[in-house]
């Protein structure tokens, strides 16, 4: 064997690949860097892309490692219930799967650890202050993890006839996964809305406190959803896959199936995913709205477009791989194409209007000829209530889709089928009416928002939610006594519908790398939303193309990375003993094997169904520089954190000054607004309009230094309730206002229906060094007012 | 004559691209080429998913496609004419295209910005001082009908339709108020943000500052701003957008 010949043969390649993959980006973590104790960076590819890069594999590698087997304990269940040996067999085959992405997921995780360690020391100190006690949690639950993933996996075949208690080892071993992506998602949810931390709180209480979160549980649901989604598409793809290589009809038929068991758990995971971010993105306006329009409305705007386009084509996707099943594996085609146009037609339509921007990219000439940047036409299909329109629209069309399908090849004999089928088309007409009707009331110019957002979206969810609850358990019932025509036909799929199997996969990676993102990205220049600001030199939001960039990025090295794990695990089971826990030494080690075995010419000619894998590869390749190039066409901004200003006495002369001062720090610095609201708006507190008046300045000054010395509650209910955020100390960190700013807010607080009453020479005053040691600030601050009060007196 | 499917497919892709661009501006205002291309993407896959779900329907799609490019046998001179003139065509346009977009022009590159930039959080807490003071609304308005004939009625005109007399020398064009999409769907506090700063004092992310506005925050008073607020709102008959 000449030295050429070995060095073609694909496990090399393979092997010499998934090294250069996890080494090569941590090479950076052992060379010698620069900087100081908060932050170092690597030149080159830089700290913030790396972290980004081994934070969103190792989640991708999670989400899979969770949402597996949810879907492999279904079928499990599926087929002990029906007795089809099939679906324990495909159980089976993903368990081996979970296991060497288990092994994937926790080195990357511990690489990623590694990598904010070294990059991000102060944050990591920070969290580690908060989280520690959190920390033992996780370390108990990764064991609890790990061994019930190794029993589940290894005693399969033992346990076949006590498949009651491996169920019950497959449920536990589910509960392992949702808790440890509990733990990490309440780090990640803190950052995004942190709570205040009282300082006599214990470690347990504190990291128990900042767990619980605003949106702590919407994270959650919202991932556990989008897991589901992510096991049941990568099924598809390792089916699709598994289908295009197959050569002999059983497998075809076998993977044929497969694939569309995996579609069919996307597409269901898929139907309450809007609704899921919908309650998040809720959570996420009512703990900050400015969080939520720097998001769907500043410069975070058009991530949503990208991410429109994301579940656009997944519903295409899964759409056009239900349409085939109906095409080829049923034997009335024909009847299905006037359904399938006018399906085809509302999906198009309403992704149209899904993607449709608010304000439109268009040259100075295009946009004067449109009169502004937004069309009087399109400008209203870029607000909330034409998406969320549409979405609901998209979800009742793939459910008649999939109703279709089901209902393919079979005759209802029941006597009351047919009074069901009119009464399910009335539903659908209803709904559909409903769930427009409503959308356009939305543009009404009396509908407040609060109504749109808490009334009638929910209740074009509601309608949607209505018709899945009432026609499911009504189809299934009719089709209980339904008589079959014929049997369907399986491994009769073309090899363009398994492209969409491929691409639906591969398209979930990267909306969940999008979203990842968009979480983050939402925190804008804060490690920790209004309490730790990134002061590196990556805080700020870089441009879309650079993020849609990264997507792209972090998908490819998944897909392949997963690509070769099913490759090696596919090679290396066939040796008893040679566990998965190494496998991706798998592909070396077959080389080096290979290097000894007889000489073999190598294979000119490729075979069909080898051309027809490598064409899946390429069309999901076209999609993602596609999809780069679109990244790239949308506004590219940088968002650069706000400038700091120096709190500047010299500039203060009048009450006025002080106010206005008073008035900014009240909006940064010292984050008041973060639950505040002044006037209109619903805040985490009291709402402070026209607070001057009631209260007096000692107690502004004593609320905002000792803030737990009152009880103070909501009383604008009818049995008074405790706020739901506590105020933090605002003279200690981490907010840790000065005496002189604390005198600016009170006077804006005062100005707000009150007189102001702190006076600029106070100020000064102040600004002269005092000796603030001997004496508690706080009688300080007293005895200072009544001085004033007194001289004030005094002048008059 | 029942046409053939690749006749029927070729005919829908260029109606949508008729009527996207030549259609639309006698309904509404013409589209931007960047929506138009992404609708003709969308309208491409959506023909290429109808054509491809069905076997017959792929094969008598694609099958002449690719007949006619791989040439079969016994193909006349006008088929082998028709298509050297493919070949050389199809290159030939997107040359045409590439030249087109590189070649030297004088249209201002695409502004690439936020419309609507999150504002500061302070944006959010301006409460207008005159809510609620039924006693003397007329006054107000008055005084911002004032305000607004003496300031902003040069660009944003007459009827507050943003054709004012300057307007056309403006790019971006100046706020169209009566337009149902503007300050309706907007709170007052950004409102009244948005006109203090004008369009210098957007923050970064909304540069190149294509508006031409002025930081009114440097010329009018606080109050004046707001009852001008009040008249753009009650000349339109429009109300700000409210959180409840």
């Known amino acids: 064997m000449t030295v050429k010949e070995m060095i073609r043969k694909p496990i090399v390649f393979a092997g010499l690949l998934m090294a250069a993959i996890i080494l090569i980006p941590s090479a950076p973590l052992f060379a010698e860097t620069a900087g100081g104790v908060e932050y170092r960076d690597i030149q080159g590819i830089g700290s913030r892309n790396l972290i980004w890069l081994f934070s969103q594999l190792h989640i991708l590698f999670g989400a899979f490692v969770l949402g597996v087997p949810i879907f492999v304990l279904a079928c499990e269940l599926i087929g002990v219930v029906t007795k089809e040996k099939r679906y324990d067999r495909l159980a089976k085959e993903f368990t081996d799967l979970i296991v060497a992405c288990y092994n994937m997921t926790a080195t990357i995780g511990i690489l990623f650890l590694f990598a904010l360690l070294v990059f991000y020391p102060k944050l990591m100190s920070v969290m580690a202050d908060i989280f520690q006690p959190a920390y033992y949690v996780y370390v108990f639950l990764f064991i609890g993890e790990t061994a019930s993933i190794y029993l589940y996996w290894s005693k399969w075949d033992k346990m076949q006839d006590r498949k009651g208690l491996h169920m019950f080892i497959g449920l536990v071993l589910n509960i392992f996964g949702f808790l440890i992506m509990c733990v990490p998602s309440a780090f990640l949810a803190f950052q995004a809305s942190p709570v205040v931390l009282g300082p006599d709180l214990g470690p347990w209480e504190k990291a128990w406190v900042a767990m619980n979160n605003p949106t702590w549980w919407p994270v959650n649901i919202h991932r556990i959803v989008g897991n589901i989604v992510l096991g049941g598409f990568v099924c598809g793809a390792y089916a699709g896959v598994a289908y295009l290589g197959a050569t002999t009809k059983e497998e075809k038929e076998h993977y044929d199936w497969m694939g569309y068991t995996g579609n069919f758990i996307g597409v269901f995971g898929l139907l309450p995913m809007p609704f899921a971010g919908y309650w998040l993105m809720r959570e996420i306006y009512e703990y900050n709205q400015q969080m939520g329009i720097t998001l769907m409305g500043g410069i975070l705007s058009w991530l949503f477009i990208l991410q429109a386009v994301l579940i656009g084509v997944l519903f295409l996707g899964a759409n056009y791989y239900f349409w085939q099943g109906l095409a080829y594996r049923t034997h009335s085609a024909a009847k299905y194409k006037t359904p399938i146009v006018i399906m085809l037609l509302v999906l198009v339509v309403s992704f149209g209007v899904w993607l449709t921007p608010h304000s439109l990219v268009a040259s100075v000439s295009e946009a004067r000829a449109m009169g502004g940047s937004h069309h009087p036409l399109l400008g209203v299909f870029g607000v909330m209530s034409a998406k969320l329109t549409v979405v609901n629209l998209m979800i009742l069309t793939t459910f008649i889709g999939f109703i279709l399908y089901w209902r393919a090849d079979k005759v209802e004999t029941a006597k009351w089928a047919k009074a069901s089928r009119i009464f399910q088309y009335f539903l659908f007409t209803v709904a559909t009416i409903a769930i427009i009707f409503l959308g356009v009331y939305g543009y009404h110019p009396d509908v407040p928002a609060s109504f749109r957002v808490n009334v009638l979206s929910v209740a074009q969810v509601l309608a949607v939610l209505f018709v899945l609850v009432t026609v499911i358990p009504l189809t299934a019932l009719s089709l209980r006594t339904a008589k079959l025509t014929r049997e369907m036909k399986w491994g009769v799929m073309p090899p363009r519908s398994q492209y969409a199997l491929l691409l639906n996969a591969v398209f979930t990676v990267l909306t969940m790398s999008l979203m990842g993102y968009a979480r983050s990205a939402s925190r804008v220049h804060w490690h920790i939303y209004g309490v730790l600001e990134d002061t590196s030199a990556y805080g700020f939001t870089p441009t879309l193309g650079h993020a849609s960039l990264l997507f792209v990025i972090n998908t490819f090295i998944f897909t392949i990375m997963v690509g070769l794990i099913f490759w090696s695990v596919s090679k290396s089971v066939r040796y008893q003993g040679f566990s998965t826990q190494y496998f991706f030494l798998a592909s070396v080690f077959f080389w080096f094997v290979s290097l000894f075995e007889p000489k073999k010419a190598i294979e000119q000619k490729v075979s069909a169904e080898v051309k027809n894998v490598w064409k899946g590869a390429g069309v999901v390749m076209a999609f993602l520089l596609a999809y780069i190039y679109i990244g790239y066409s949308v506004p590219q901004k940088v968002g650069l954190p706000p400038e700091k200003k120096a709190l500047d006495l010299t500039k203060i002369k009048t009450k006025q000054d002080m106010v206005q001062v008073g008035q900014e720090i009240f909006y940064s610095k010292g984050q008041c607004a973060l639950c505040h609201s002044i006037g209109p708006g619903h805040g985490r507190c009291p709402n402070l309009k026209g607070v001057g008046a009631r209260l007096t300045r000692e107690f502004i000054y004593e609320a905002l230094t000792v803030p737990d010395a009152y009880v103070k509650l909501d009383f604008e209910q009818v049995n008074p309730v405790s706020y739901a955020a506590e105020m933090p100390i605002i003279n200690k960190a981490p907010i840790g206002l000065s005496e002189e700013e604390m005198l600016t807010v009170i006077a804006f607080v005062q100005s707000n229906g009150g007189e102001v009453t702190v006076t600029p020479e106070e100020l000064l005053n102040l600004g002269s060094p005092v000796d603030n040691t001997a004496h508690n600030s706080q009688n300080d601050e007293m005895k200072l007012a009544k001085d004033v009060r007194e001289e004030s007196i005094g002048n008059d | ?244």
């Open chain 2, 1 to 244: 004559m029942r046409l053939p499917l690749v006749a029927k497919a070729f005919g829908a892709w260029i109606l949508s691209y008729v009527i996207f661009k030549f259609g639309m501006p006698f309904i509404t205002s013409p589209l931007p080429s960047s929506i138009i291309f992404m609708y003709m993407s969308l309208v491409t896959v959506a023909v290429l998913l109808f054509v491809s779900v069905f076997e017959d329907d792929f094969h008598s799609f694609f099958g002449p496609i690719t007949s006619f490019i791989r040439g079969e046998e016994g193909d006349g001179v006008g088929r082998k004419m028709s298509r050297i003139a493919v070949f050389i065509i199809i290159p030939l346009f997107f040359g045409f295209r590439t030249y087109e977009n590189v070649k030297p022009s004088f249209e201002a590159p695409f502004p690439q910005r936020v419309i609507h930039p999150a504002p500061p959080g302070e944006a959010a807490g301006f409460t207008n001082p005159f809510e609620g003071d039924e006693a003397h609304y007329e006054e107000y308005i008055q005084e911002g009908r004032k305000i607004y004939y003496e300031n902003c009625v040069f660009c944003h005109g007459d009827k507050l339709d943003g054709h004012g007399i300057f307007a056309n020398a403006l790019n971006v064009k100046p706020a169209n108020f009566a337009d149902p999409t503007t300050i309706s769907m907007l709170m007052e506090s950004f409102v009244f943000w948005r006109v203090s700063k004008g369009g210098i004092g957007l923050p970064g992310e909304s540069t190149p500052w294509d508006s031409a506005m002025p930081p009114w925050e440097l010329i009018l008073t606080e109050e004046e701003r707001w009852k001008v607020i009040m008249f753009l709102y009650e000349y339109t008959g429009f109300k700000p957008r409210t959180w409840e």
